[in-house]
């Protein structure tokens, strides 16, 4: 036993200070620089240069593995918003339910926006980053499908495919990018944009015998 503790508290420090070094890419990014140096990063964690490249092979791999961090963030998130829809999502109208749907998805995309675009400027070269994308889209698919679930219930398989296929278009990461940096509106005004375009969207995949209005 007395072996075992100065080895598990290295490994504890070890851990904390992979973290830290994750959390000061991650901060970074947030407050605006996309694509900082390891000399940068490490400045942020108050860790010498050597440490993050003793914990990370590259900044590629750091990136990637920020990428999680992040997706772990928004998965957090998402749980703490479809709990209240998955045991009976349908007891509320479609609009409203959409109009919530648009809200809450501007909290996370505004969170995610410098932090995607973070990682598009690595995504192309780097296959861990684009699962990473991957994993970021099927946990807004799970989403749809938990907050629309009456309406995709009413629905055969290639219509149902096309109506989250159609919501993610409307309200992915692309599409807030759109409103906030391209239109240049406000988080507000994006979302209250956001929500006009998730309700016209769900009218139009969703027929009338499918909505629970």
Partial sequence: ?????????RLARSARTRSAVIDALLQLNLEGDLSPTAGRVAQRAGVALRTVY????????LFAEAGLRALHRVRELSIAF??????????????????RFAEARGVVLEWLLPISRAAALREGLSPQMQRNRAQFVALGDSEVRVLFAPELAGLDEAAASRAVHALHVVAGGPAWAALRQ????????????????????ARAVFPVTARHT
């Avoid at 036993?1 to 508290?9: E, F, H, S, Y």
């Fill in 54 to 61: 003793g914990h990370f092979a590259d900044l590629e791999s």
């Fill in 82 to 99: 479809t709990a209240s829809w998955a045991d009976d999502p349908g007891r509320l109208p479609l609009e409203q339910r959409a109009r």
């Fill in 182 to 201: 391209d239109r240049g509106l406000p988080p507000e005004a994006a979302v209250s944009l956001l929500g006009d375009l998730v309700v016209a969207t």
């Fill in 1 to 9: 036993m007395t072996a075992t503790l100065p080895v598990d508290g």
